[in-house]
């Protein structure tokens, strides 16, 4: 829209120009009539020809310097809003349009001896910051790393923020070295311990980096590239620096493929429950069975979950993965003794799906599984996207009597903050500290830690991965409730779940010792 339309002044101006250089046109009519007359008359008669020539000439010029002013407004209004619209307005950074126009432009004028850096950056728990401390908190954060990445960012390079707590970085390099300690710098710079509103806020950055030409051809690719790396950098669950390799892209397509094979094994119902009994290890008793998703491919023989799930988490398959596993899970429940418990296991992507509690509500339901006998496995995983959806879906389902159990216990954040808030009943001591290669004497000392914290708090403490008789030992003398490892059993199908429910119940009426490893092969 030109500024002429909306400023009333100006075509009424340009207006009056024009009768001025028609007025100064009349007259020449005049002159032609007045040939006949005396020398002075046509003197005076020329001389007014004169005059108005001039008087339109000049109100000609005016108009065209006018329109010529309208014209230069207009452009510059233009320039303006099209700055305006390559600019993020909180940080002064380029925004997604002006930074992919210089990325195209640096492409372009790229030296044949250089490579063009491409850095993406991700604040890790930034999301989690701005709930907790407020927005305006968040929005200083981001400014002050808008502030530290234009401080440390090379001579002629390119910043820009995305959306929410991605910024990017473009710069030509000589060599791949020269890449590397940039990123480092950038990776020092925003890590380093900021100030905002009486608050201590580390922002730890995940970075992902690639070159072109050296990765990808176009500047569209290089994106993709640096996305890709980024991925890996944050999937590595430390705030690290990863730069593009090949292999990253056979990854992705393996995982597409194998999204696209899941989805199919969904349809086709190609997916299996096993129970894992939970043991109590002061009685032998069992007193929960963990389901446990498993994926037998008609030709790729078994897929471990460890491989799939995190697929699922991605694709958002595990939404219809996990509502299938506790409706099924619960359906088989209902027909074990009431005092046996059932663990399902539960992704963040599940929680805050729409609808999710009630869905859970309305599978035990029709399963006729009283909540009081349901315990939902969460990760830590589950507060790193910000405690709100948390909260409320967890507090939603222990008003119905659901229970949880804190997941992993020693592999992620693992804050007593998190004990204290939420409804859990059970903390589960992560394999990797009972038995994993990592384990040692120090770990069976956090162990006792934890399991004194765990029965201070009033809860149940289990131990993972169990797989020997000295493990069971050590555990117990270190305090924890329950014990799950293939000492006892591996996950078995839901038939010889209920064998060993019943194997337990007879010798239980013998007055004999239990022994589930005789179930388990
Ligand atoms: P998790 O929840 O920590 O489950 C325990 C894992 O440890 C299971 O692996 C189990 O088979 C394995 N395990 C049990 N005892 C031992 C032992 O003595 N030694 C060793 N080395 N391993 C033992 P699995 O079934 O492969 O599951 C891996 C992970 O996949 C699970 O870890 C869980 O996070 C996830 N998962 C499995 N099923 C589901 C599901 O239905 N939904 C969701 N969201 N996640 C699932
Ligand atoms: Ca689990
Ligand atoms: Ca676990």
Redesign the pocket.
Known sequence: MSQASENPEIPGRSWSCWTYALLGLLPFGGTIALTDLSLPTRLLAVLAVGLGFALAIKAVFKAIAEQQQIAREARDEAEMLREQARHDPLTGLANRIGFDLLLAQMAMDLLPEEKLLLLLIDLRGFKQTNEMLGHPVGDEVLRTVAKRMVQSAPEGAALGRLAGDEFMLAVPVPARGQAEAIVTQMGEAIAKPMRVDGHRIVSQACLGAALLPDDAETPDKLIVASDLALHHAKASRQGIARFFNRAMTREVARKKEMESDLRTALQRDELAIYF?PIIDLGTGRIRAF????RWFHAEKGEI???QF?PVAEESGL?VA??NW?TAEAARIAAGWPAEVTLC????PV?IVAPGSALGILSALNEAGLDPARLEL?VTEALFAQGDQDASAFMHTLARHGVRFAL??FGTGYSSVRHLHLYPFRTLKVD?SLV?GPGSNARSDTVIRAMAEMGQTLGMNVVA????TIEQVRAMKAAGCTLG????FS??VPDYTAMLMLADEAERLAEGDLWNPRQLAS
Do not use: M
């Not at 963990?290 to 998703?293: D, P, R, Y």
């Not at 993972?464 to 797989?467: K, S």
């Open positions: 894992q963990e389901a446990l998703a471990h979950p460890a799930i595990i993965l996990g596993v399902v296991n539960l992704s599940q496995e997941d992993d394999r038995s993972e991965g169990l797989e799950q490892g293939w000492h591996r996950a």
